[in-house]
């Protein structure tokens, strides 16, 4: 039986051992796995580790700003990069999932190792790796075809020459959320739903621009404040919003409209290996679809996603 204490206690004297007076080098999310993963390691060895938290431009509305703030709330030794427009920089054209992963997986660790490289003699690159991930980057290798290439296990160049420290790697979520909580880190930082690496990239249909960030950025924020305000929030594993590819006909006024759709989609899941669509209430998803079209300028259609994983899965690309 898994409890908690006990390996907050084992772990970190085991990072202790370890790590020594060695300096430790953490990219930071913004998620559960890598902010727990971090308050472990400052438990550990303190300021010899050094965190980084980049903003990709593709994270959710004024994210970077509060989780940012948060961090240094909690006592971690974090430098908050925003490299927004060098990765839509690079972004710029590609429609292609995997070459989108691809692209922000490449451009991310050109970022860290630009960042680690101002940071002398680190010796280690720690990692919010869990169980799952573990599993799931495994059976990408295998012979089928490749599902997804989660750029955060294992994609890191070799001439960076560190060694890797990863406390999470035999830990399930739930365990993970609990060991943050005897950690004391903010419940609602740890109850967030999981949110993947490229981000927004993958839930905007189509090749990528500022625009279509900020309108996708806006839908999200009305929907995800509407769940919390709602109660609903801590009852759905996953939520957020797709931005289509696609222009429907509207009218506003005696005008004939013709602008973007989007897709709402909340999932219930223990490991998002499955999942089942959420039953939202009909009176909610009546309040958020007007609010969103109302709110949101250039949306003017919301659908809602009724596909289960599987044979679909949580995102759309
Ligand atoms: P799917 O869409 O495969 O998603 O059903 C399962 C879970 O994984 C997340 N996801 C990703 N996470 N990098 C990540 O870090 C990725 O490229 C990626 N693709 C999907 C997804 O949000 C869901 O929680």
């Known amino acids: 039986n898994f409890t908690p204490n006990a390996f907050v206690d084992e772990i ?5 051992e370890k790590i020594g007076n060695d300096k430790v080098v953490l990219g930071l999310s913004g998620g559960v796995d890598s902010t727990v993963a971090a308050v472990l390691l400052n438990k550990a060895i303190g300021d010899n580790l050094y965190c980084i938290f980049v903003n990709n431009g593709l994270l959710r509305k004024k ?3 509060n989780v940012l703030h948060q961090y240094k709330d909690m006592g971690l030794n974090v430098k908050g990069v925003d490299a927004g427009d060098r990765f839509l920089g690079q972004l710029e054209g590609i429609s292609d999932p ?3 992963r ?3 997986g490449r451009v991310f660790i050109e970022v860290f190792d630009d960042e680690a490289h101002l940071l002398t003699d680190v010796k280690w690159l720690a990692q919010g790796t869990i169980y799952p991930d573990v599993i799931e980057s495994v059976s990408v290798k295998g012979p089928s075809a490749t599902i997804k290439s989660h750029h955060n296990v294992g994609g890191l160049p070799d001439f960076m020459k560190l060694k890797i420290v990863e406390p999470l790697r035999m830990l399930f979520k739930d365990e993970v959320r609990r060991v943050g909580k005897t950690l004391g ?10 949110f993947p690496g490229p981000g927004l990239s993958i839930r905007i249909l189509g090749d990528i621009t500022k625009e279509k960030v900020r ?8 929907f995800i404040d509407g769940l919390k305000s709602w109660g609903l929030y801590d009852k759905v594993w996953q939520a957020g919003a797709i931005l289509l590819p696609v222009d429907s006909v509207g009218v506003m006024g ?3 409209t013709y602008e973007k759709v989007v897709a709402l989609r909340a999932v219930e899941s223990t490991d998002g290996m499955t999942a089942d669509w959420v039953h939202l209430p009909y009176e909610f998803l009546m309040k ?20 289960s994983k599987p044979p679909a899965t949580i995102e759309w690309e």
């Open 288 to 307: 958020v679809s007007n609010d969103i079209i109302n709110k949101v300028k250039g949306v003017n259609r919301v659908v809602y996603d009724i596909s």
């Open 98 to 100: 995997e070459t989108k």
């Open 185 to 194: 880190i903010d419940p609602e930082l740890l109850g967030r739903h999981p």
């Open 254 to 256: 005696d005008e004939r």
């Open 12 to 16: 970190v004297a085991e990072l202790k």
């Open 63 to 65: 994210e970077f700003e």
């Open 215 to 222: 309108i996708l950025q806006e839908v999200d924020a009305v």
């Open 102 to 104: 691809k692209t922000i």
